[in-house]
């Protein structure tokens, strides 16, 4: 085992229950997110079809906000869900998600605007 790998198994040792769920949960997340770029390749990324030349940034909130009113159609009391596949923890890290993808999407901005500068 390398140096990094020992001191990283070390260091999760000492972490409490509620923060090895957090960092099994954050895992979990990252595989995902992996997994649906290999599926999609950067779509999330890029501007919608139908609206060409939108930014990375809008284009991710936008479907965050798709994903918060799918939330919210899920908790209302008039909702009969039909897509039974797709639970609210499902949705939820999907906006877990979107939110990773905006920042990334931030710190690609910001690198851009820092070499223009």
């Given amino acids: 085992m390398s140096d990094d790998r020992q001191k990283q198994g070390t ?4 972490l409490s229950g509620t ?10 997340l990252a595989k995902l997110l992996i997994s649906k ?23 991710i909130l936008i479907r965050m906000s798709d994903k918060i009113n799918r939330i919210r159609t899920l908790f209302s009391n008039e909702c009969i869900v039909q897509v039974k596949e797709e639970t609210v ?12 993808l905006w920042l990334i999407s931030d ?10 500068a």
Avoid: F, H, W
């Fill in 37 to 59: 770029n290999n599926d999609y390749g950067s779509a999330a990324l890029a501007s919608p079809v139908l609206i060409p030349g939108m930014d990375q940034q809008t284009t």
């Fill in 89 to 100: 923890s499902d949705t939820i890290r999907d906006l877990a998600g979107y939110c990773i």
């Fill in 11 to 14: 260091e999760e040792q000492k």
């Fill in 19 to 28: 923060q090895q769920k957090i960092l099994n949960e954050c895992r979990e």
């Fill in 107 to 116: 710190q690609d901005k910001n690198k851009t605007l820092a070499r223009g």
